[in-house]
């Protein structure tokens, strides 16, 4: 019996959409940032205030980020000093669900991993890093 090859569905990084998006979401603050937006719409400072350890540059770079891919909408009102409100758009509240409920599944299950890590960690056999 001749052996049947598959085709080659090898894409390049760049052509690969759950890369590319997963590259979006799963950096370190964009998960939490859209976490908070899916709750309610913030300002900066709140974000800013709300995600411990997150420095003001790497606020405004997720958040430009979130807003370049559509995540993120950014309303600036002309009033004195400046308020600029995060909200999620409808595509960011599409993604709430999944967000919220990988957000639950961390803080539920952060016992058992550090459990897991703790075990790993203990064993004889365990690969030096």
């Known amino acids: 019996m001749a052996q049947q090859t598959l085709p080659d569905t090898k894409l390049a990084p760049d052509d690969c959409p759950v890369r ?9 603050w964009s998960v939490l940032v859209l976490h908070l937006l899916s ?3 913030r300002r900066f400072t709140e ?15 997720t ?13 600036v ?9 995060y909200a999620l758009t409808d595509l960011g509240q599409s993604l ?3 967000i919220n409920n990988l957000v639950g599944w961390a803080e539920r299950s952060r ?5 897991a890590r703790n075990d790993y ?4 056999d365990t690969p030096t890093r």
């Not at 958040?63 to 309303?75: A, I, M, P, Y």
């Not at 016992?111 to 459990?115: C, F, V």
């Not at 960690?121 to 004889?124: A, G, H, K, P, S």
């Open 39 to 41: 709750v309610q719409t």
């Open 20 to 28: 590319d998006v997963l590259n979006r979401i799963g950096d370190k």
């Open 111 to 115: 016992p058992l991993i550090d459990n």
């Open 77 to 85: 009102y002309p009033v004195v000093p400046p308020r600029v409100d």
């Open 47 to 61: 974000l800013k205030n709300e995600i411990d350890g997150i420095s003001q540059r790497m606020l405004t770079v």
């Open 121 to 124: 960690d203990q064993r004889e």
């Open 96 to 98: 709430s669900a999944t």
């Open 63 to 75: 958040l430009r980020g979130l807003e370049r891919d559509g995540l993120v909408s950014r309303t």
